[in-house]
């Protein structure tokens, strides 16, 4: 069964289980003219997505569009099978584009030595599947659902991860940014420039959101950004 919590009047959690990733997520947002897909989980999650939908009373003709915050196979992983289900377009930040399409091998992060311990067999890039992208996003583009959603260019855990804040519904949905590890809110692991990854947690911070949909983690559904400018890097 799927595991949906809601968040917001048309936004849900998905958890996606499994051990190879802490509390994975994607996220719903679920509106009359159509479902907006964030993220998608491991290469073999589509079928859970289509549990979700039916959960939530939609079919897989419903999906619309895919956003990707990255192009870790975590969650772009399903992208190209869901893509395949109806007319859905699929978007990515420019600079993650040539790694969703599979036109490059993505960079390897930079591992600190904490995470190094974490993943001592880290020696090929963890892109997913190959998969068309349909729109390339910049910071300050619009994507029309939730009231109109905000792209935020926030590289460092990959060099074109995007997070999107939904002002309608007071939320920040942060991608692999930071996560949320034993209630705490830390910096995201495995990132390609730990440097920029700080000012991306920064500009997170700075969206004042109340609600917080992480890529790993429980959600926040209070005072998300004060703790989100409080972020420890627990892997440095």
Do not use: K
Request: net charge negative.
């Amino acid at each position: 069964m799927a595991d949906l919590l809601q968040m917001a009047p048309s936004l849900y959690r998905l958890r996606i289980p499994g051990d190879q990733a802490h509390l994975l997520n994607c996220y719903l947002g679920v509106e009359p003219d159509g479902v907006t897909l964030i993220d998608t989980g491991w290469p073999d999650s589509a079928g859970l997505v289509a549990e979700a939908l039916a959960a939530l009373g939609r079919r897989r003709l419903h999906v619309r569009r895919i956003v990707l915050t990255h192009f870790h196979e975590d969650h772009s992983g399903a992208a190209a099978e869901i893509a395949a289900w109806s007319d859905v377009e699929v978007i990515a930040g420019s600079a993650d584009v040539p790694y969703v399409r599979g036109d490059e091998p993505g960079p390897l992060p930079a591992l600190t030595d904490a995470e190094r311990r974490l993943r001592p067999d880290f020696d090929a890039s963890p892109h997913g599947p190959a998969c068309r992208v349909d729109r390339v996003v910049s910071d300050g583009d619009v994507i029309d659902f939730a009231g109109g959603a905000r792209v935020i260019d926030v590289p460092g855990h990959t060099p074109g991860s995007i997070a999107l804040h939904l002002p309608a519904v007071d939320t920040v949905l942060t991608g692999d940014v930071v996560a949320e590890f034993d209630r705490q809110v830390i910096f995201g692991v495995f990132n390609t420039d730990r440097d920029q990854l700080a000012g991306s947690v920064r500009r997170l911070a700075e969206t004042g959101a109340q609600r917080a949909g992480f890529g790993h983690g429980e959600p926040i559904l209070t005072d998300a950004a004060a703790r989100i400018a409080a972020a420890v890097d627990a892997f440095a």
